[in-house]
C-alpha cells in the first residue's frame, strides 16, 4: 500500500514537473533542448505519410464506393464486427430492370432480346466490379489502414515518450542552475546525466521507427502496383463484355435501323444534326456492324413461301398472330407492308404473324 501510494506522488511530482517545465518553455522562460535535424526530418515525413494516406484512402472509398450512406453503413457494421447484407450494385440493378423489361416485352422481339441481353452484360459488369472492389480492399486499402492504425499509432506513442523524455531533461537542466548548495547540486547532475541518457536511448528508438516509414512506402508502392493491375483487368473485362454485346445487338434485324428516313452519317463518324457544335458524338451505327440475318432466315423479305422450324413455344398475344409449338414445320411468306420483325405463317388452315426470331428457316 505504501508503496503504490509513494509510486503515485513520484507519477504526481514528475507531471508537475514536465508541466511547469512546458509552462515556463511557452513563455519563454526555459530553455528548450531541440531534436537534431535529421530526427526533425523524419518527423515531418512521417506527419506527411499520415496525412496523405488518410486522403488516398478517403478517396479510394469513394471511388469504389460513390454512395455516402452506404459507405457509413459499411462502416457502422465493420466497427460493430458484423457482415453487411448483401445488395446488388447500380450494374446489377441495372442488368435487372433490363432484364425484367425485356421478358415483358417478349423475348421473342428483336427488342425484347436485346434489352435481355443487355441486362446480361450489365449484371456481368456488376460481378466485375464487385471482384474489383474486393481486390482492391485487401490489396490496397487494407496495407494503408494497418500503416495508420499500426505502425503510426507507434510512432507517436514513442514520439509522446520522447516528448517527455525531453520535458524531464530540461526540468534537470534547470534545477542544476537553481541549485546552490553543493550536495543539492550533485544530486543535479546526476539527474541530469540519468534524464540524458533515457532521453537519448528513447530518441534513438523514436529515429528507428521513424526510419521504418521507407519501409512503409515501398510497402505502399506494391500495393499500388497491385492496385492499378486490379483497375486494368476490371476495365479489360468490362471492355470486353461490351464488345461483345455490340457484336450481338449488330445481329438484331432493325435493332438500330432509324423509323425516319433522314441522312445517317457516312461510316468513320460524324455529327447528328441535333448536336451542339462543340460536341461531336458518332452515332451508334458508325461503330456497329451492319445487321446479320437472325435465326437463320436471311432477310425478311423474300418472294413465295419456305418452311420454317419452330425453336420455342410461342403463345399468341391477339387473333392476328398465329401460337406455335417448339420443333413443329410451319411454312411462312413475306408480306410487302409487314414489320420486319414478323413474318405470316400458316398452318394447314391456321394462318397470323409469327416472330422471326423464333423461327430457323428449313429451305
Known amino acids: 500500500m505504501d508503496f503504490n501510494v509513494k509510486r503515485l506522488a513520484a507519477d504526481a511530482g514528475t507531471f508537475f514537473s514536465r508541466a511547469v517545465q512546458y509552462t515556463e518553455e511557452k513563455l519563454g522562460q526555459a530553455e528548450k533542448t531541440e531534436l537534431d535535424a535529421h530526427l526533425e526530418n523524419l518527423l515531418t515525413r512521417a506527419e506527411c505519410t499520415k496525412h496523405w494516406t488518410e486522403k488516398i484512402m478517403k478517396q479510394t472509398e469513394v471511388l469504389l464506393q460513390p454512395n455516402p450512406n452506404v459507405r457509413i453503413e459499411e462502416f457502422l457494421y465493420e466497427k460493430l464486427e458484423k457482415k453487411a447484407p448483401s445488395r446488388m450494385n447500380n450494374h446489377e440493378q441495372l442488368g435487372q430492370t433490363m432484364e425484367d423489361s425485356g421478358s415483358e416485352f417478349g423475348p421473342g422481339t428483336a427488342y425484347g432480346n436485346a434489352l435481355i441481353k443487355c441486362g446480361e452484360t450489365q449484371k456481368h459488369i456488376g460481378s466485375a466490379e464487385r471482384e474489383f472492389i474486393q481486390s482492391s480492399a485487401i490489396n490496397f486499402l487494407t496495407p494503408f489502414k494497418n500503416f495508420l492504425e499500426g505502425d503510426f499509432k507507434t510512432i507517436l506513442k514513442e ?151 419452330v425453336l420455342y413455344d410461342y403463345d399468341a398475344a391477339g387473333s392476328s398472330e398465329l401460337s406455335l409449338l417448339a420443333d413443329e414445320v410451319i411454312t411462312v411468306r413475306s408480306v410487302p407492308g409487314m414489320d420486319s420483325d414478323w413474318l405470316m405463317g400458316e398452318r394447314g388452315n391456321q394462318k397470323g404473324k409469327v416472330p422471326i426470331t423464333y423461327l430457323e428457316l428449313l429451305n
Do not use: W
Request: proline letters at 7%.
Open 159 to 309: 514520439r509522446k515518450l520522447l516528448q517527455n523524455k525531453r520535458l524531464d531533461l530540461d526540468a534537470a537542466k534547470t534545477r542544476l542552475k537553481k541549485a546552490r548548495m553543493a550536495d543539492a547540486r550533485v544530486a543535479a547532475e546526476q539527474e541530469l546525466r540519468m534524464t540524458q541518457s533515457e532521453f537519448d536511448r528513447q530518441a534513438e528508438i523514436t529515429r528507428l521507427l521513424l526510419e521504418g516509414v521507407s519501409s512503409t512506402h515501398a510497402h505502399h508502392l506494391r500495393c499500388l502496383n497491385d492496385f492499378v493491375e486490379a483497375q486494368t483487368t476490371y476495365y479489360a473485362q468490362c471492355y470486353q463484355y461490351m464488345v461483345d454485346l455490340q457484336k450481338q445487338l449488330g445481329s438484331f434485324p432493325t435493332t438500330f435501323t432509324s423509323a425516319s428516313s433522314a441522312p445517317q452519317p457516312a461510316s468513320g463518324g460524324g455529327c447528328s444534326g441535333t448536336t451542339s457544335p462543340s460536341i461531336c458524338v458518332p452515332t451508334v451505327q458508325a461503330s456497329l456492324p451492319p445487321p446479320a440475318p437472325a435465326s437463320g432466315l436471311g432477310s425478311p423479305s423474300f418472294s413465295g413461301t419456305r418452311r420454317a422450324r
